[in-house]
Nanobody, 123 residues
Framework: QVQLVESGGGLVQPGGSLRLSCAASGSVLSINDMRWYRQAPGKQRDLVAGITSGGSTNYADSVKGRFTISRDNTKNTMYLQLNSLKVEDTAVYYC?????????????????WGQGTLVTVSS
């Protein structure tokens, strides 16, 4: 079964740093665009950053200059480096990706979500 597994969340003080990881497990042929979203309590899920298979990136204005998205295609893994964290960055962070698999004699495209990892920024 193909799935996205996240790790790296935790509690950090304002100004601190964390690194989130999102790994695709299972028999994946290729991964297209990958994205990080976040959802704060009582708010909608918002796009934080995205990265194409070729490495082009985009960021929400609120995280530009502080967060860095990257990926290692050899490991089917995406990362999000969070620096200069603020209290308002507190949220559950989700990864999202479009993956191609070969299953039951057919090529298939799946839109996958990770289970989420909690980032809490507090003094």
């Amino acid at each position: 079964q193909v799935q996205l597994v996240e790790s790296g969340g935790g509690l950090v003080q304002p100004g601190g740093s964390l690194r989130l990881s999102c790994a695709a497990s299972g028999s994946v042929l290729s991964i297209n665009d990958m994205r990080w979203y976040r959802q704060a309590p009582g708010k909608q899920r918002d796009l934080v950053a995205g990265i194409t298979s070729g490495g082009s990136t985009n960021y929400a204005d609120s995280v530009k200059g502080r967060f860095t998205i990257s990926r290692d295609n050899t490991k089917n893994t995406m990362y999000l480096q969070l620096n200069s964290l603020k209290v308002e960055d507190t949220a559950v962070y989700y990864c999202n990706a479009g993956v191609e698999i070969y299953d039951q004699h057919a090529y298939k495209y799946l839109e996958l979500w990770g289970q989420g990892t909690l980032v809490t920024v507090s003094s």
